[in-house]
Nanobody, 124 residues
Framework: QVQLVESGGGLVQAGGSLRLSCVAS????????TAWFRQAPGKEREFVAA????????YYEDSVKGRFTISRDNAKNTVYLQMNSLKPEDTARYYC?????????????????WGQGTQVTVSS
């Protein structure tokens, strides 16, 4: 079992920045990838970014490339999502999730454990 706790969400104006954190506990050695997903009201949960535990390879959804940066600190079992140049369309609940397979994936059913999420609201 892996437990995930997200933090760092909040209300910010368009163009502003936030940094989300995801702290993992439990069987963290089983984690190969950690990803951020987001879900806006009435919409499907969508992939945002992922990072590999082994070599810190990163992957992004096209709409956040150049604005968001995912990183990890294995010593702290923490993954970060630095979000810059935020737009109103980034408003959503952001979830951290982990995958225990060696291959990369970006669909929600490929991730095993999920946090409760943290709300990000970007005002125009």
């Amino acid at each position: 079992q892996v437990q995930l706790v997200e933090s760092g969400g909040g209300l910010v104006q368009a163009g502003g920045s936030l940094r989300l954190s995801c702290v993992a506990s439990g069987r963290t050695v089983s984690i190969f990838y950690t990803a951020w997903f987001r879900q806006a009201p009435g919409k499907e949960r969508e992939f945002v970014a992922a990072v590999s535990r082994s070599d810190s390879s990163t992957y992004y959804e096209d709409s956040v490339k150049g604005r968001f940066t995912i990183s990890r600190d294995n010593a702290k079992n923490t993954v970060y999502l630095q979000m810059n140049s935020l737009k109103p369309e980034d408003t959503a609940r952001y979830y951290c999730a982990t995958r225990n397979r060696i291959s990369y994936a970006r669909t929600r059913d490929e991730y095993n454990y999920w946090g409760q999420g943290t709300q990000v609201t970007v005002s125009s």
